[in-house]
């Protein structure tokens, strides 16, 4: 049994996958990092239209651009996070698997998929998370029931 | 059980984490409990001083040596009477009762019932892993009828307990029940049977690793455990399944499940969990003729023993003034032993001095025979995880810099180098501090004006988690699954830091092993 062949068989809507914030288009940066931070999400989805309505998601925004686009780039802070965001983002569907999404990410070079259903809701965002998550629970006496300090363990097997 | 914050300092996980070496057998459920439970603790905003852990004896029994905070090991059965005395003398105090099938069913059978039907504040959590673990593997008052054991070696003739029944039939006013190995669903259920006012009873499917390993099996196995489980929710439909295509029906008195496929969505029953007919038709509903029932099974609000003592005292106080003990001592009947003239001197039996010489019996042979038995067949992949050590995922040299460094220089280097998180180190080049990119974004962009006046200390998480890199990789996946860090430094044994593993070093590695084959 490799993790390939477990994932092939565990859909992403299966798996725990994470959660995101959520703007519209236009939204300065400064007001979409505010967001992120109240929602303490490192992911947000920029979205196209009504909140209530159907939304069309048109880009994507993560820790990572406010590393490389907006941390020392003067002035960024007040211009529209549209300017700054990776737009078009690869999403998948629930229905696809989780060795699917994990090679869509590593071709990809992504880290955060949005997961994405036929009728266009956004249903989380599949990051690696999701795999350590599933491993953590497919495999718990292996990966789940260890010490909670590696240092102090007993080198001999007792009772109690 | 619920007891109002009352500290303003915000705990952490590790805060409630003692210094005691742990002697739980590798792999057993005790120790996702015990993440679990330091885990929920900090949020429910009890401070440490304030909580305290009581158990009988047993395995799971040894769970408050583990906590640091207050904590009694003490007589087998008895936590819960222990825990009734202090409740009531102490109402501030938020107490968790540790008592496993053996101990709080057996045992201690009767002290429980009484605890529960007394409606004291507590928070009791029975560890059921269906076995004697302790004294090395006999039949348990949860074993099955069949059960083949060490002291039961034609199987178990006895009719089981069902610990939900049993909380059921004291009126419990919280009843729950969860599993070791779902870690989300466990502490989400610990924090309710936390919040509780009253006696809340907690059920906790442990898998004992050695001694009954396939007891849980099919309700811990990831890939078919939706299909054996009904996870509960107030004012939701019973539905369950992996396509979440099957539910419960009332038929007469009897639950049966349906597909939803062949029966309308209305017929389906809806948890309600102030019903306490519903409650008992849940509990009786055993695994495998019924999905298991996880969540809040019950949970109704009834005065607390405590709260309606305190009440009549004060009455009492209030109309007859506070009481003096020497009085009531004093009121009593009182004589006096007089001393015999003629005392004989009683001789001393002398303590048998040969005790010491005597041979050390092979008590932990068969024991250590059952820990030394190969593994029941370890998939390669299993075996890759406890084997394989983090220095096989070759991590990444770190990228360090000084504690005295600017925020400003912090960030370039983060860009230049194109990472997500730097170690932070002192003068001899021992790791203090981790800094990442949600520390950026949640600290400060756009809240911080000047980066080259801001030191990298004033926002770095400090002393952080590390592992060392000879430990299995399970061990990064563990502190990764129960706290969702992403990255993980490595450190040598004097504290210099030598690799840094991320969430995506361990999946890459772990997705491209046994490729090969």
């Not at chain 1, 880290?111 to 999701?130: K, Y």
């Not at chain 2, 009531?88 to 045992?107: F, Q, R, Y």
């Not at chain 2, 919280?174 to 809340?200: C, K, M, N, W, Y």
């Not at chain 2, 009085?327 to 001393?348: F, H, K, M, N, S």
Request: glycine content about 6%; charged content about 25%; proline content about 6%.
């Amino acid at each position: 049994m490799t993790l390939q062949n477990d994932l092939k068989s565990e859909l992403v809507s299966h798996l725990v996958v994470s959660g995101f914030s959520q703007v519209a288009a236009g939204t300065p940066v400064r007001d979409t990092l505010a967001r992120m931070r109240a929602d303490r999400q490192v992911v947000c989805l920029v979205v196209d239209g009504d909140e209530a309505a159907a939304v069309r998601l048109v880009g994507i925004f993560t820790e990572r651009d406010v590393m490389r686009k907006v941390i020392d780039v003067p002035g960024m802070l007040d211009r529209p996070v549209d300017e700054v965001m990776t737009p078009d983002p690869i999403t998948i569907g629930p229905d696809a698997s989780a060795a699917d999404a994990l090679r869509l990410m590593d071709e990809n070079h992504v880290r955060n998929l949005p997961v994405v259903d036929r009728s266009g809701r956004l249903l989380g965002i599949m990051a690696h998370q999701a795999i350590i998550q599933f491993l953590a629970d497919r495999y718990p006496v292996e990966v789940l029931n260890r010490p909670i300090d590696p240092e102090q363990f007993p080198r001999k097997a007792e009772g109690g | 059980m619920s007891t109002a914050a009352t500290e303003e300092i915000t705990l952490t996980r590790k805060d409630f984490i003692s210094d005691q070496t742990v002697r739980w057998c590798p792999g057993c459920g005790d120790y996702s409990i015990l993440a679990q439970m330091q885990r929920i603790l900090p949020e429910t905003g009890v401070a440490k001083e304030k909580t305290v852990f009581i158990s009988g004896i047993g395995c799971s029994s040894r769970f408050p040596y583990y906590m640091n905070t207050y904590g009694i090991h003490s007589i087998h059965g008895r936590a819960p009477a222990l825990a009734t005395g202090l409740a009531i003398a102490n109402p501030e105090l938020s107490i968790w009762v540790i008592t496993g099938d053996g101990d709080g069913l057996s045992i201690g059978g009767n002290h429980l019932l009484h605890a529960i039907r007394r409606n004291v504040n507590l928070n009791i959590v029975l560890f059921n892993n269906r076995i004697y673990g302790l004294t090395k593997g006999q039949y348990s008052p949860t074993s099955r009828p069949g059960t083949v054991t060490k002291s039961s070696p034609m199987g178990s003739v006895e009719q089981p307990l069902n610990p939900i029944a049993v909380a059921l039939a004291a009126e419990a006013t919280f009843v729950a029940r969860s599993i070791d190995s779902h870690p989300q669903h466990l502490a989400a259920i610990l924090e309710r049977t936390a919040e509780h006012q009253g006696a809340s009873f907690l059920e906790i499917y442990q898998n004992c690793v050695i001694f009954n390993p396939n007891e849980w099996t099919e309700l811990s196995d990831r890939r078919n455990r939706d299909d054996s489980i009904l996870y509960l929710e107030h004012g939701k439909h019973m539905i369950f399944g992996k396509n979440r295509d099957k539910g419960i029906r009332l038929n007469g008195f009897t639950p049966e499940v349906v597909s939803l496929d062949e029966v309308d969505l209305d017929e389906v029953l809806v948890h309600d969990a102030t019903s306490r007919p519903l409650a008992s038709i849940l509990g009786s509903m055993e695994f495998p003729d019924y999905p298991a029932a996880m969540g809040v099974i019950r949970d109704v609000r009834k005065p607390d023993y405590g709260g309606e003592m305190m009440a009549q005292v004060e009455t009492a106080q209030a109309q007859r003034g506070a009481g003096d003990l020497n009085q009531l001592y004093l009121a009593a009947d009182l004589w006096t032993v007089e001393e015999r003239e003629e005392a004989e001197e009683r001789e001393i039996t002398p303590v048998a001095s040969d005790l010491d010489e005597m041979p050390i019996t092979g008590l932990d042979e068969e024991y250590i025979d059952e820990m030394e038995k190969p593994a029941e067949a370890l998939s390669e992949f299993q075996d890759l995880l406890v084997t394989s050590t983090l220095a096989e995922l070759e991590p990444n040299v770190p990228i360090t810099i000084g504690k005295r460094s600017s925020l400003a220089r912090t960030i370039r280097q983060m860009n230049r180098h194109n990472i997500g998180c730097v170690v932070v180190t002192d003068e001899e080049d021992r790791l203090v501090g981790i800094f990442t990119e949600w520390d950026v974004l949640n600290r400060v962009a756009g809240l911080v004006d000047d980066l080259a006046q801001q030191t990298i200390t004033d926002y770095m998480t400090p002393d952080p988690l590390t592992l060392k890199s000879d430990l299995p990789i399970a061990q990064a996946l563990n502190l990764m699954s129960i706290h969702g860090f992403r990255h993980l430094p490595l450190v040598d044994d004097s504290g210099h830091p030598t690799g840094i593993v991320s969430f995506r070093d361990v999946v890459g590695y772990l997705n491209e092993a046994l490729e090969e084959d």
